[in-house]
C-alpha cells in the first residue's frame, strides 16, 4: 500500500506532467533535471507509480554508478510502494536470484552480467546520476536494455568533457536548477562568504594600475597569498560560531591536506575518503549524522548521494574545474529540514576563475524571474520568493576591495589576442608534435584552454587547433547533429574510407563510437544510411582470415588484435558465428592445421604474461592482465592454460623460471592457493589492526588478503568468516569497545 504521508509537492507534480507528456507523445526516453535536495527519488517513484497503474505486472530496473545511492533509492522505494512490492539488490555478491518488481543495480556489476538478463526484461529503467551516462562502464549497458520508458535523472547534466547527456535522454523535459530553485525558496538560503582575506593589495594595486598582459594562472601565482592551514581552521571555528549547533562539511584537496585539517580541529572532526574504506566511512558519517561529531572532511567524496539535510556549513579548501562538482558539493548543504533554512558557504578556494564564477552565480540568481507561485502545500512549497535575499554573498577581507576590481583583474587575463594565441599554439606544436588541452593549461604563459575558447568563440579545442591550421586531436567533446554526422560519413565514403569503428573513431570531425551508437544504433547502421554497401562474412571467410591473419602475426589473434585488424570482420561477428573463441581455433587446427610450429601457444602466452609480470615487479592479478593492452584476454589465458590464476603461475614457472628473488611479491597471488584456515588467520589479523571488521571492499584493496572472490568462494558469506574468525582467534571488537 502507498505511504498516504508521501505526497508529490508542486514542482514534482510539474516533472510529473512533463514525464506524462512525453510518453504521450510516443517518446520513449526523457530527461529530468533537478537540483539537489529537491526530491528526485520520490519523483521517479511517483513517475514509475502512475506508469505502472495499468499494469498487470511489469519490472523496473534502477541503475546507478554507487552502491550506496542504490541502497538509499531501494529504501525510499519501499518507504512509498510498502511491501506489497518486491525488492532486489544486484550489486557485486549481493546479487537477487529471483524476479523483483524493483531491481536496483550498480553499472559496475551490471557490466558484466547484463546478457543475463533479456533486452526486454523490464519495462521501465531509471538511470540515477544520469550525466554519468557516457562513460565506457556504463553507456553499454543503457544501449542493452530495451524497456518501453527510459528515465535519466540528474542535477548535473554538464559534463567535463563536453558530451551531450541529450544524445541519449533527448532535451530535458523539466529542468528546475539550482538558480530558479534558490529563487522559488526550494532550498536553503545561502550565506556564500568568499575569504579574499589573503589577497595581495600591493599586486592588485599593480595589476589595475598596468596595461601589461597577463594569464589567469599568472593573475593566480602572483595576486593570492597562500593562507596557514592554522589560520584557515582559526577562521572556519570564527565563522561557524555564528551558526546554531554547526555540523560543517569540508571539501579537501588531497587525503595529507585533509589529514592535517582533521589534526588542527581535533576529535570533532572525521574524514571520509575512498581508500578508508566502506566501514570506516559509513560509521564517520553515522557519528556525524547523530551528532557524536560535528565536522565531516572530505577528498573526492560526498559529491553524490549523500543525504545529511542538517549539515548547515559547507567549507571548501579545494577548486574544482568542474561546475557539476562545484554544485554537487554545495547541495550537501542545501536541503531544506527542521529547523534549518540557511547554510553558510566557506569558499577559501582563492583565484581568479572562482570569484567569477561566484560573481555570476550571484548575478543570474538576482536576474531570475520566478514564474508565478503554485501553492505547495508541502512544508517547503515555492515559497516567499521575494521576502528574502535568496543567495547573499559576502567578501571578507580586511582590504577595501571593490567587486569591480575583482572583475577587471579577470579581465586581465582575456587581453589576449586571436593572433598570440595562434602564434603560441603553433610554437607549442613544432616543440611537442600535439596540442592538447592538458598541455595547454600547463604553459604557464598562455590562457586556459577555458579561456582560448571563449576568446575564439568556439566550443572545443579541435576548432582552435583547425582555425591555427594544427592537425587535429581526436575530438570527445564535439556535439553535431546526427545530419552533420551523416554528411560526414558521407563524405568518408565519397573519399575512399570504409566506415568502421576503427575509422570513425580516429576521424576528428565524428564525435565518440558511443555517440554514434546512441544516434543509429550500431556504426553498421550509421554507415549503411550514409550510403555504404554492408559486407558480408560466410562462416568460410570468416575461418580463412582468422588463420591467414594469425599465421601473418605468428600467434592466434586475440580479441584485442581482432578489433585492430582492418582485415578482418569485427569481433561481434566472430562471437555470433561461434560459440567461443577455442572452438573457432579448434576449428581452424582441423581445416588448416596450426599456424605455427616453432612455438605452442600457451607456451607464447606464458612467455607473454612473465615478460609482463617482470615489468610490474611480481605475478600480474587477474585484474591486472585484464587491463594491460599488451596482453590477450585472460579468456585466452584460461582457454589455453587454465581457469585460475594460479595455474597460469604454476604453468609459467615451469616454462620460463621464477620472478627474480629481489622482486617484492604480493601475498595475495603466490602461486599455491592459501589453506582456509591461513585465509581466516589473515582476514581475523588484519581487520584487528583496523579496529573493525573489513569489508569486501576494504579486503579488495588490502594486498596482504586473498581477493574478495576467494573468501567468497571458500566461504558463504563475511558474516561465516567472522564466526569462523572468533571462534579460531577470539573476538578483538570486545577488546576496542573497552578500550
Known amino acids: 500500500m502507498k505511504n498516504p504521508k508521501i505526497k508529490p509537492r508542486e514542482y514534482q507534480r510539474e516533472c510529473l506532467v512533463a514525464i506524462d507528456n512525453a510518453i504521450a507523445n510516443g517518446e520513449k526516453h526523457a530527461l529530468v533535471v533537478m537540483a539537489s535536495g529537491l526530491g528526485k527519488t520520490y519523483t521517479s517513484a511517483f513517475a514509475v507509480e502512475k506508469y505502472l497503474a495499468d499494469k498487470r505486472f511489469a519490472r523496473v530496473l534502477v541503475l546507478c554508478h554507487s552502491e550506496k545511492i542504490l541502497r538509499q533509492t531501494k529504501e525510499k522505494f519501499q518507504e512509498y510502494f510498502g511491501e506489497e512490492f518486491s525488492y532486489g539488490m544486484y550489486v557485486n555478491y549481493d546479487k537477487a536470484t529471483r524476479p523483483t518488481n524493483f531491481l536496483f543495480a550498480t553499472f559496475q556489476t551490471m557490466k558484466d552480467n547484463r546478457k543475463d538478463f533479456p533486452k526486454d526484461e523490464f519495462s521501465y529503467v531509471i538511470v540515477d546520476e544520469a550525466h554519468h551516462s557516457h562513460a565506457r562502464t556504463y553507456f553499454p549497458t543503457i544501449r542493452y536494455f530495451r524497456p518501453e520508458f527510459l528515465l535519466g535523472l540528474t542535477a548535473t547534466p554538464d559534463r567535463l568533457d563536453g558530451q551531450k547527456i541529450e544524445e541519449i535522454y533527448g532535451e530535458p523535459v ?81 587525503i595529507e591536506h585533509a589529514r592535517k585539517i582533521a589534526k588542527l580541529i581535533g576529535n570533532k572532526a572525521a574524514l571520509v575518503y575512498k581508500k578508508n574504506g566502506d566501514s570506516a566511512n559509513d560509521c564517520a558519517l553515522k557519528s556525524f549524522k547523530e551528532g557524536e561529531i560535528n565536522t565531516i572532511i572530505s577528498v573526492d567524496m560526498l559529491n553524490e548521494g549523500i543525504d545529511v539535510p542538517d549539515a548547515n556549513v559547507i567549507v571548501f579548501l579545494r577548486n574544482t574545474v568542474s561546475p557539476a562538482v562545484f554544485y554537487q558539493q554545495l547541495g550537501r548543504g542545501t536541503r531544506l529540514s527542521e529547523g534549518k533554512d540557511k547554510v553558510l558557504v566557506l569558499d577559501f578556494v582563492n583565484n581568479c576563475e572562482r570569484i567569477k564564477m561566484i560573481l555570476e552565480l550571484k548575478q543570474e540568481i538576482d536576474d531570475f524571474r520566478v514564474r508565478p507561485p503554485h501553492g505547495d502545500e508541502g512544508t517547503h512549497g515555492d515559497g516567499d520568493a521575494s521576502s528574502r535575499e535568496k543567495f547573499a554573498l559576502n567578501i571578507d577581507t580586511r582590504f577595501s576591495i571593490e567587486l569591480i576590481d575583482i572583475v577587471s ?64 586531436n581526436k575530438a570527445r567533446s564535439v556535439c553535431i547533429s546526427r545530419e552533420e554526422m551523416l554528411i560526414e560519413g558521407r563524405a568518408m565514403i565519397g573519399r ?87 572452438d573457432l581455433i579448434n576449428e581452424i587446427k582441423e581445416r588448416y592445421g596450426p599456424i605455427n610450429t616453432e612455438i605452442d601457444e600457451a607456451e607464447r ?135
Open 174 to 254: 523539466y529542468e528546475l536548477g539550482f538558480v530558479e530553485a534558490t529563487k522559488r525558496g526550494l532550498i536553503a538560503e545561502c550565506d556564500y562568504r568568499l575569504v579574499l582575506d589573503d589577497l595581495s593589495q600591493e599586486r592588485l594595486d599593480e595589476y589595475l594600475a598596468s596595461d601589461e598582459k597577463v594569464s589567469i594562472k599568472q593573475l593566480n601565482r602572483t595576486l593570492f597569498i597562500d593562507k596557514r592551514d592554522e589560520e584557515i581552521v582559526r577562521l572556519i571555528g570564527e565563522y561557524s560560531a555564528e551558526v546554531e549547533n554547526p555540523k560543517k562539511m569540508i571539501f579537501c584537496r588531497t
Open 496 to 582: 575512399g574510407e570504409r566506415i568502421t569503428t576503427r575509422s570513425v573513431d580516429s576521424n576528428p570531425k565524428l564525435p565518440m563510437v558511443s555517440t554514434i551508437q546512441a544516434q543509429f544504433g550500431t556504426v553498421v547502421k550509421f554507415a549503411a544510411l550514409c550510403g555504404q554497401e554492408t559486407k558480408t562474412y560466410s562462416r568460410d571467410s570468416l575461418l580463412e582470415g582468422y588463420w591467414l591473419e594469425s599465421k601473418r602475426a605468428g600467434h592466434w589473434l586475440s580479441n584485442i588484435e581482432i578489433a585492430q585488424n582492418a582485415n578482418l570482420a569485427s569481433n561481434d561477428k566472430y562471437n555470433k558465428t561461434f560459440s567461443s573463441r577455442k
Open 409 to 472: 583583474i579577470f579581465e586581465k587575463g582575456n587581453k589576449w589576442t586571436k593572433e598570440e594565441i595562434i602564434a603560441q599554439l603553433q610554437t607549442m606544436y613544432r616543440r611537442d608534435k600535439k596540442v592538447t588541452y592538458q598541455s595547454i593549461d600547463a604553459e604557464p604563459d598562455m590562457p586556459s584552454t577555458r579561456a582560448v575558447c571563449r576568446i575564439f568563440k568556439v566550443a572545443t579545442l579541435n576548432d582552435v587547433l583547425e582555425i591555427a591550421k594544427i592537425p587535429l
Open 605 to 739: 602466452l606464458a612467455k607473454l604474461y612473465y615478460e609482463a609480470s617482470l615489468r610490474r615487479g611480481h605475478w600480474l592479478t587477474i585484474m591486472e592482465v585484464q587491463r594491460d593492452s599488451q596482453l590477450p584476454s585472460m579468456t585466452h589465458f584460461r582457454t589455453e592454460i587454465g581457469s585460475s590464476i594460479y595455474d597460469i603461475i604454476n604453468f609459467t614457472r615451469d616454462f620460463c623460471g621464477d620472478l627474480p628473488e629481489e622482486m617484492a611479491q604480493q601475498p595475495r597471488y603466490t602461486a599455491m592457493p592459501r589453506p582456509s584456515e591461513r585465509l581466516i588467520e589473515e582476514y581475523w589479523g588484519e581487520s584487528k589492526a583496523a579496529g573493525h571488521w573489513l569489508s569486501t571492499r576494504e579486503i579488495e584493496h588490502d594486498a596482504s588478503l586473498a581477493s574478495p572472490h576467494t573468501y567468497y568462494r571458500r566461504f558463504k558469506s563475511l558474516a561465516q568468516i567472522r564466526q569462523l574468525a572468533i571462534e579460531a582467534h577470539g573476538d578483538f571488537t570486545k577488546e576496542v569497545k573497552s578500550n
